[in-house]
């Protein structure tokens, strides 16, 4: 198994930055790629961006391109979200999911791709 704990989550400005962690512990070596996903209030969870476990290769959805930068540091198995900019609208409690099944890779975008949840962290951007 794979334990995922994020944490950083807390109360920014709009406009502000904030980064994210989580640390992954147990069997990382069976881990292919990270994913965030976010869920905001009343709606789904969304897919954020991914990273390769190793190479850190990434891929975001579009609204994330440019102000969101998802990175690892494989000597601490921690991933990273770093948001810049950050508006209301990304107010959501935000996850990170670990993937292990390499023929998962095709649908990284998607829940069930992801073996793996941590607890969640709330991000809350005021206006």
């Known amino acids: 198994q794979v334990q995922l704990l994020e944490s950083g989550g807390g109360l920014v400005q709009a406009g502000g930055s904030l980064t994210l962690s989580c640390a992954a512990s147990?069997?990382?070596?069976?881990?292919?790629?990270m994913a965030w996903f976010r869920q905001a209030p009343g709606k789904e969870r969304d897919f954020v961006g991914v990273?390769?476990?190793?190479?850190?290769?990434?891929y975001y959805v579009d609204p994330m391109k440019g102000r969101f930068t998802i990175s690892i540091d494989n000597a601490k198995n921690t991933v990273y979200l770093q948001m810049n900019s950050l508006k209301p609208e990304d107010t959501a409690v935000y996850y990170c999911?670990?993937?292990?099944?390499?023929?998962?890779?095709?649908?990284?975008?998607?829940?069930?791709?992801?073996?793996?949840w941590g607890q969640g962290t709330q991000v809350t951007v005021s206006s």
């Open positions: 999911a670990a993937l292990i099944e390499l023929s998962a890779l095709a649908t990284m975008t998607r829940e069930e791709a992801y073996e793996y």
């Open positions: 147990g069997r990382t070596f069976s881990v292919y790629a």
């Open positions: 990273i390769s476990w190793r190479g850190g290769n990434t």
